[in-house]
């Protein structure tokens, strides 16, 4: 709050002076090159776990990732525990247009990925996804444009549709051994695309998927192409 006031004071003050200068007779004053964007800029804030809302789930003995401050920046570890309960799950929209994140550790606590929990992150580079997520929501990290890779572990069974689409600098994909549904238009958008890497070709080959994935990008089995 005292910050919000000293910046208010301060915009006052700046456009007192240019004001009463012009009034006492000073002429008119040139505004051309004059920066007034440090006056009114909202400066992002480095992401830690007070930035977090939660509720409880019905269960009463687990939490789930709510809201955040959408000026939080740079890293964030999601905590495994809030209040003593686990926490389970990311709601949906939860990190939506959290445009100064770069980084995401998702816990091992965490089963769950809402839609639309990280739509438009459009500065997230990293994304580590914890071992005990069986699903993706849609649209999950769709436009997620500074993404490079992403690993999807062995526990997920499910990718929504268009959970990363668009994911513009996307070119490599680690598929974990149990996706058994993967959404329509899921990977679409993601131009750049040259490697899918799995571990498990009959699993694979299960899988409920739509045939475009495979456009631009090769399948390696075991870092061997197929």
Same mark, same amino acid.
Request: net charge negative; hydrophobic share 40%.
């Given at each position: %709050?005292?910050?919000?006031?000293?910046?208010?004071?301060?915009?006052?003050?700046?456009?007192?002076?240019? /004001?009463?200068?012009?009034?006492? #007779? /000073?002429?008119?004053?040139?505004?051309?090159?004059?920066?007034?964007?440090?006056?009114?800029?909202?400066?992002?804030?480095?992401? =830690?776990?007070?930035?977090?809302? /939660?509720?409880?789930?019905?269960?009463?003995?687990?939490? =789930?990732?709510?809201?955040?401050?959408? +000026? %939080?920046?740079?890293?964030?570890?999601?905590?495994?525990?809030?209040?003593?309960?686990?926490?389970? +799950?990311?709601?949906?929209?939860?990190?939506?247009?959290?445009?100064? @994140?770069?980084?995401?550790?998702?816990?091992? =606590?965490?089963?769950?990925?809402?839609?639309?929990?990280?739509?438009?992150?459009?500065?997230?580079?990293?994304?580590?996804? #914890?071992?005990?997520?069986?699903?993706?929501?849609?649209?999950?990290?769709?436009?997620?444009?500074? @993404?490079?890779?992403?690993?999807?572990?062995?526990?997920?069974?499910?990718? !929504? %549709?268009?959970?990363?689409?668009?994911?513009?600098?996307?070119?490599?994909?680690? %598929?974990?051994?149990?996706?058994?549904? @993967?959404?329509?238009?899921? /990977?679409?958008?993601?131009?750049?695309?040259?490697?899918?890497?799995?571990?498990?070709?009959?699993?694979?080959? !299960?899988?409920?998927?739509?045939? #475009?994935?495979?456009?631009?990008?090769?399948?390696?089995?075991?870092?061997?192409?197929?």
């Amino acid at each position: %709050m005292k910050n919000i006031i000293k910046k208010s004071l301060s915009v006052f003050l700046v456009f007192a002076i240019i /004001f009463g200068s012009a009034a006492a #007779g /000073f002429g008119e004053i040139d505004f051309k090159g004059v920066d007034f964007s440090g006056l009114f800029a909202v400066k992002a804030k480095a992401a =830690s776990e007070s930035d977090l809302s /939660f509720y409880l789930n019905d269960d009463g003995q687990s939490y =789930s990732v709510k809201d955040r401050n959408s +000026s %939080m920046a740079g890293e964030l570890v999601i905590p495994s525990t809030y209040n003593g309960f686990p926490v389970t +799950s990311i709601s949906e929209y939860a990190f939506r247009y959290c445009t100064s @994140l770069t980084s995401i550790i998702i816990p091992d =606590s965490v089963t769950y990925i809402g839609n639309d929990s990280f739509y438009n992150c459009d500065n997230l580079k990293s994304v580590i996804i #914890g071992d005990s997520v069986t699903s993706i929501g849609e649209w999950a990290f769709y436009d997620c444009d500074s @993404l490079t890779s992403i690993i999807i572990p062995d526990a997920v069974t499910s990718i !929504g %549709m268009c959970a990363f689409f668009s994911c513009s600098e996307l070119t490599s994909i680690t %598929m974990g051994s149990g996706i058994t549904d @993967l959404g329509n238009q899921a /990977f679409d958008g993601c131009d750049k695309l040259t490697k899918i890497n799995i571990k498990d070709l009959a699993a694979w080959c !299960g899988i409920d998927f739509y045939v #475009g994935i495979l456009d631009n990008a090769g399948l390696y089995l075991n870092g061997e192409l197929v």
